[in-house]
């Protein structure tokens, strides 16, 4: 697969599913998306020592075209403000989360290679 220009999207929802999904459907043409505060929700709950009832995993809006790259975040008070979502068109690509370079809540970087080459 070649390309000859990455496509990138950027764009503060202010915690609104709606325009999330919106984004997500309106905009196949795009290859990256960056969300910034992405509306968190409760995925599921996961068994813990401590809570009977299991200790609440939040996420964010997930879509069946594009791969997503967000922290998960067991409180709701600090859940972290960014997301990337990336068009599964580029799923021949082999996506990394780098946070061996930094590992911050709000910031994701993300690396990508093909063929020993790195974009």
């Not at 290859?31 to 910034?36: E, G, L, N, V």
């Not at 600090?78 to 989360?97: E, H, M, W």
Request: hydrophobic share 45%; net charge positive; charged share 20%.
């Amino acid at each position: 697969m070649i390309f000859k220009g990455i496509k990138l999207f950027s764009q503060n929802v202010r915690k609104n599913s709606l325009i999330v999904k919106t984004i997500l459907e309106i905009k196949s043409n795009f290859d990256i998306i960056f969300i910034q505060e992405p509306f968190w929700t409760t995925i599921h709950s996961i068994t813990s020592s401590k809570n009977c009832k299991g200790d609440v995993m939040i996420g964010v809006v997930n879509h069946s075209n594009w791969l997503t790259f967000a922290r998960t975040s067991i409180n709701e008070n600090k859940c972290p403000k960014v997301a990337i979502y990336i068009n599964i068109r580029l799923s021949s690509f082999r996506f990394s989360l780098c946070k061996d370079i930094i590992d911050h809540k709000d910031i994701l970087l993300v690396s990508f290679f093909n063929n020993n080459n790195i974009f």
